[in-house]
């Protein structure tokens, strides 16, 4: 099993009104990015979300990504997600901008893909009917391998047209192209996932348990796909949760029962509302739920998978939670509600070493793996090609 850390550009309260909070909170999300590189941490993922205020400043991931690709090493950069509504991008720029991150990341680039947060995110580009995304993201993300392949492409669709042929470029880097996923807000995108043979996002809002149908009809329905959407299959469930690691047990129990915490839980129930929520859940803003007032309620809450909470040896018991129900992939959401910026790099560093190692002993990312495994789907031209030569070329002219 392997980890991950999720950055939405998170800003609660006043700060969000404030440019320098903002400015603030960009270069430490960057920073647990380049901290995480140094400890074990595979993946990082980043959030792709419009006029959700508080809740996700996180608008141009690719920007961030960019950034980081030339500060890290080794951990895998990860859009979770983008929005793949022509309304919002049009599908040759999502795929030149997954293409050229291939290269500056020099293959440490991840494609995950949704059709946004919900009803107030879509309207900021008069998209007024929230369901009316699905079939877009179904259109597209089955043209955009192609653009990847094809020096020539050209597509008239329900959503979106490229009428004469256009070579769509840079293409991706090396062997294959960006291991691609979708993020599963509700239980039958599982499913659709694995018929693709893509990696699932998924995200915790109940507990472990409730999640293993699911996760088992995505292996079912994987295993059966013998024409993914892409080059080759990636199998991986990813599975998001808050973590609270400190070598003082009693300081991560502390956070753990501080008041405001669950804050943005209120503000994803305000802004998701294509996923299902439970009629208890608190909806921005009415306040957060009660935190666990005494330590058996916190055990409770552990033991049902709701958070990892305690110091390593206690996170490494919880984390196995994940594999009994089939997660590949474990990302956590920083920073957590209730916990300073330098306790999340000090966790960061201590999950890293303490725990991961328990986990994942393969150096090698399991995507990487999988993009071994490419098989080019089509050929590079659709349309005969003239018979063209060119005489003259600058000196300087890479040939091969």
Not at 277 to 289: D, F, I, M, N
Request: charge should be negative; aromatic fraction near 10%; glycine fraction near 8%.
């Amino acid at each position: 099993m392997e980890f991950g850390i999720f950055l939405n550009g998170y800003l609660p309260g006043p700060a969000s009104r404030d440019t320098e909070c903002e400015h603030t909170m960009i270069f430490r999300e960057m920073a647990y990015v380049q901290h995480a590189d140094k400890f074990n941490w595979k993946y990082a993922w980043f959030g792709e979300h419009h006029s959700l205020t508080e809740y996700s400043h996180l608008s141009s991931p690719e920007v961030m990504m960019g950034y980081l690709a030339g500060r890290t090493e080794r951990i895998h950069l990860s859009t979770g997600i983008n929005n793949l509504s022509p309304r919002v991008n049009h599908p040759v720029r999502n795929a030149e901008r997954a293409a050229f991150l291939d290269h500056v990341t020099e293959g440490r680039f991840e494609w995950g893909t949704g059709r946004g947060a919900g009803s107030h995110e879509i309207a900021t580009f008069n998209i007024l009917d929230k369901n009316s995304t699905k079939s877009e993201w179904d259109e597209v993300i089955r043209e955009i391998p192609r653009m990847w392949e094809q020096r020539d492409y050209s597509f008239k669709g329900e959503h979106f047209t490229v009428p004469s042929p256009h070579n769509v470029l840079p293409k991706p880097y090396g062997i294959g192209h960006p291991p691609i996923w979708v993020a599963c807000g509700n239980p039958g995108t599982f499913k659709t996932a694995g018929d693709l043979g893509i990696g699932a996002i998924a995200f915790n809002f109940e507990p472990i348990y409730a999640l293993r149908g699911r996760i088992d009809a995505y292996k079912e329905a994987i295993v059966d796909c013998s024409e993914p959407v892409g080059q080759f299959k990636n199998d991986n469930v990813m599975m998001t949760n808050g973590v609270i690691c400190l070598s003082n047990r009693e300081r991560a129990r502390e956070i753990a029962k501080t008041r405001g915490r669950g804050y943005l839980y209120s503000l994803v129930c305000l802004y998701h509302d294509t996923m299902p929520k439970p009629e208890y859940a608190p909806v921005w803003p009415t306040p957060p739920l009660d935190p666990p007032s005494t330590d058996a309620e916190l055990d409770e809450l552990i033991e049902a998978g709701w958070l990892l909470c305690g110091t390593p040896d206690e996170v490494c018991e919880q984390v196995e939670k994940y594999q009994t129900v089939g997660c590949d992939q474990v990302v956590f959401g920083l920073p957590n509600d209730g916990m300073p910026h330098e306790e999340v790099l000090e966790m960061i560093e201590l999950f890293g070493t303490k725990v991961i190692p328990h986990f994942d002993t393969d150096p090698v990312h399991s995507t990487t793996h999988y993009r071994k495994n490419a098989k080019r789907r089509f050929a590079d031209f659709a349309e005969p090609v003239p018979d063209l030569s060119v005489e003259l070329l600058p000196t300087n002219a890479q040939i091969r």
